[in-house]
């Protein structure tokens, strides 16, 4: 019933720029956090970024600093605006939503969209 509809990735040169957009739809309830997962080729799917309904973030310490995440409640819609990209942040970036419904939790994540960091 929820859907979520990543853009904005693409081919960047190292200490340029990219925003990830993420956006949720169908019958949402309650969202209780919403984040950026990455996963790099030969490696585990990784937290990179999540934000709370109490607009508390996290960030993984490769990407603090660099990485900022923001939301946009009225349009369901989750942001990374990623600066200073580096090669090692070549993957594949998901987004994460957690909802919570008559004290039950549900997790729902995007279709992935590339990023890739080269000369």
């Known amino acids: 019933q929820v859907q979520l509809v990543e853009s904005g990735g693409g081919l960047v040169q190292p200490g340029g720029s990219l925003r990830l957009s993420c956006a949720a739809s169908?019958?949402?309830?309650?969202?209780?956090?919403m984040g950026w997962y990455r996963q790099a080729p030969g490696k585990e799917r990784e937290l990179v970024a999540a934000?709370?309904?109490?607009?508390?973030?996290n960030y993984a310490d490769s990407v603090k600093g660099r990485f900022t995440i923001s939301r946009d409640n009225a349009k369901n819609t989750v942001y990374l605006q990623m600066n200073s990209l580096k090669p090692e942040d070549t993957a594949v970036y998901y987004c994460?939503?957690?909802?919570?419904?008559?004290?039950?939790?549900?997790?729902?994540w995007g279709q992935g969209t590339q990023v890739t960091v080269s000369s």
């Open positions: 994460n939503v957690k909802e919570e419904y008559s004290d039950y939790r549900y997790e729902y």
């Open positions: 934000i709370a309904s109490s607009s508390s973030t």
């Open positions: 169908g019958s949402i309830f309650s969202i209780i956090a």
